[in-house]
């Protein structure tokens, strides 16, 4: 994604996304962070993984091995400066950009000048991340970044290693320190087959989790075949059921189920009192009335997350 220049590293991909559109917050997935707002979505080329299960392939590990990379930016990326997406955003009233689709640290000073830009403005900044940052990423851009989803993809370095050409540790690091900075977090893992939804890793998930914050959200999303693992079957709803219980069992207040339909596990409840707050279907959301500014009306709890 970097190429020397003159002795300079340039990053190939500044202000050439490949990817963009206006989503649902819902789908990054963050459901505690402006719900049923719209997001400004991008992403670039590249990634630090190589996850043999990626939804996004085509974007994400189309430059490992590309033998003319820079022309195929040039044909195929609009260009789109950090000031052309902050004021698009501003024009339409967009109150957030989501860094996503490919792993944002590829990306970073690009990320990086457009999140400057951005908070200037009064607009949100949002990391969809597989969490491989380090520390010294982490600091250039904690004081920009109102929010992240992480991916804790599985709790076994063999995994990591085998599936995505990486490790667990540096994982788990981050998401402490995203803690310890106050950066509001949601968690996602894609229960895989055979592969991390057996009850010990999912246990573990949920006791690291319950470890840092019982608040944080946790995302456990359905697997569907691609890229390169389609010989598995799609993750059955009793194995995402069975999860959500492990993971209530381990104390965690908030825990969804991903890429299925059902409000049962797509809402939102008062940790406290169990009043429904957040009604969702998939990407149809209704705040209801017994939530305002963060907080159930019934039993007055505050609910974790950023709400206005």
Known sequence: MRKNIAGDLKLLVYGRPIAINIDPIEKKPLFHFLPRSQIFSLGTYGCNFRCSFCQNWDISQLSKGYQNFEELIKKTCEEWPPEKIVDYCRKNQIPGIAYTYNEPTIFVEYAYDTMKLAK?????????????????????????????????KSFRDEFYNRLCGAKLKPVLETIKLIHQKKIWQEITTLLIPGENDSEKEIKEIAKF??????????????????????????TSIGILEKAYEIGKKAGLNYIYLGNVLTEKYESTYCSKCQSKLISRVGYSVEILDSLKNGRCLKCKTKIPGIWT
């Not at 607009?123 to 992480?150: C, H, M, P, Q, R």
């Not at 470890?211 to 693992?229: E, G, T």
């Open 120 to 152: 200037k403005s009064g607009i949100k900044n949002v990391f969809v991340s597989n969490g491989y940052e380090s520390k010294e990423t982490i600091e250039y851009i904690a004081s920009y970044l109102d929010a992240i989803n992480i991916d804790l």
């Open 209 to 234: 989790i319950a470890s840092i914050d019982k608040n944080i959200p946790w995302h456990l999303s359905r697997f569907y075949p691609a890229y390169q693992m389609t010989n598995k079957e799609a």
